[in-house]
Each structure stands twice: as structure tokens, then as C-alpha cells.
């Protein structure tokens, strides 16, 4: 850490005494966290079986979040991201839910890894965005569809994407690093680096180098 960091750190934790108060919620519920993570609401966690779930330093959470773990999944997130309000995080089976450093994780997102799920750093994720590595299976004349198995597929999202609010992603996919993905789309195909994608389902109508 440079001498700049831990004066910022320092003065930080000096200006706002009280902004570390509920971290020991997130340890008590089985979360490895850095000595700064800035937390200033209860969270709420449930981390079943053998799941795990680390927060790196610096990651700042200003309002009450989920995080959920079953089965084997775990839960890594970087240093210096943030966790917006009521936020979701939750990992299974043997799937791992990494979130690069300094990634922005926006109000009400939901991220469902049943199968492995990444995001790059420095990407941003407006509010609302929906992120799911399942599909329920929904044949008919059988049992009902809550009670039928799922598929599973990863979810690979880049470094600096924008990820707009209301999207939903679909298991299987990658966004490759520098894409923007548009309000309201839906994406089930990948989409390419530095793209512009948009729509229902999503379909790349730009390219970012074009704008340089």
C-alpha cells in the first residue's frame, strides 16, 4: 500500500468512524473481508453447505445487501468495488461468482451463479440488471416447471463494459471487454469487444472504436 493510500484510508476512517460498524454482521455470517470494507447497513447472508464468500479491501457497501451461497459455490469480490442497495449475490453448486476490482454492482442487481460467472474490472452495472447462469426447464404434460431441473452455462462479462439498466443476461454468454450493452436488452448471444448492443434480443447497432 503507498503512503497516499493509507493517508486517504486513514483521514477516510477519521471523517466517518461509524462506516465500518456493521462489517462484523458480514464476518459473524462466514464473509472473509478486508480491514476496509466499508459497510454501513446490516447485511443480510446466508452461506449454506460449504460456500464461501470473500469482499476485498476497500469495497464500499452503503446499504443493506443479500448474499446467498449453497452446495460448493463461492463468492469473490475485488478491492475498491461497490455493492449498491439490496444488491443480490448468490452462488451454487460448484460455481464461482468473481467480480473483479473496482466494479460497480448497481441498485437491485441480481447475479444467480449456478454455473461459473465472472466480471471483469472497472465494468459498471446499472440498476436492475438481471444475471442468470440457469434456465428452468419448462416441459409440459410432466411434473410442474419449479420442479423440473435446470441447464447451466457461464456468464463471462469484460473488463470496462457498461452494462445498462434493465438488461437481463442469459446463461452462456460472454460480453467482451469494453462493451456497452443498452437499457432494457436482453442478451443471449455473445457480444463482441467494444461493441454497442441493444434490443430484445440484443444485437450489436455500434462499435465504441468508432467513437475516438
Known amino acids: 500500500m503507498s503512503r497516499s493510500d493509507a493517508w486517504n484510508r486513514l483521514r477516510f476512517s477519521l471523517l466517518h ?5 456493521h462489517q462484523w454482521q458480514l464476518r459473524r455470517g462466514g464473509v472473509e473481508c478486508g480491514p476496509y470494507v466499508w459497510i454501513a447497513a446490516k447485511p443480510d447472508v446466508a452461506l449454506c453447505g460449504d460456500s ?4 476485498g479491501d476497500g469495497t464500499f457497501i452503503p446499504t443493506a445487501i443479500q448474499i446467498r451461497g449453497n452446495d460448493r459455490g463461492r463468492i469473490e469480490v475485488g478491492r475498491n468495488c461497490s455493492i449498491d442497495t439490496l444488491a443480490r449475490l448468490f452462488a451454487a453448486n460448484d460455481a464461482l461468482l468473481e467480480i473483479g476490482d473496482n466494479v460497480g454492482i448497481g441498485p437491485y442487481n441480481i447475479i444467480n451463479a449456478f454455473d461459473d460467472c465472472s466480471i471483469g474490472m472497472n465494468t459498471m452495472l446499472s440498476p436492475y440488471v438481471n444475471i442468470n447462469c440457469a434456465d428452468h426447464g419448462m416441459e409440459c404434460g410432466k411434473e410442474p416447471m419449479r420442479c423440473q431441473y435446470g441447464t447451466y452455462g457461464p456468464v463471462v462479462i469484460g473488463e470496462d463494459c457498461w452494462i445498462c439498466s434493465h438488461v437481463v ?12 450493452v443498452a437499457a ?3 442478451v443471449n448471444q455473445d457480444i ?16 465504441r472504436s468508432e467513437l475516438r
Open 184 to 186: 432494457g436488452s436482453v
Open 17 to 21: 468512524p461509524g462506516i465500518r460498524y
Open 169 to 180: 443476461i442469459l446463461k452462456g454468454v460472454t460480453i467482451g471487454d469494453g462493451a456497452v
Open 192 to 207: 463482441p469487444p467494444y461493441a454497442i448492443a441493444a434490443g430484445v434480443p440484443a444485437k450489436v447497432v455500434g462499435d
Open 52 to 55: 464461501r464468500c470473500s469482499i
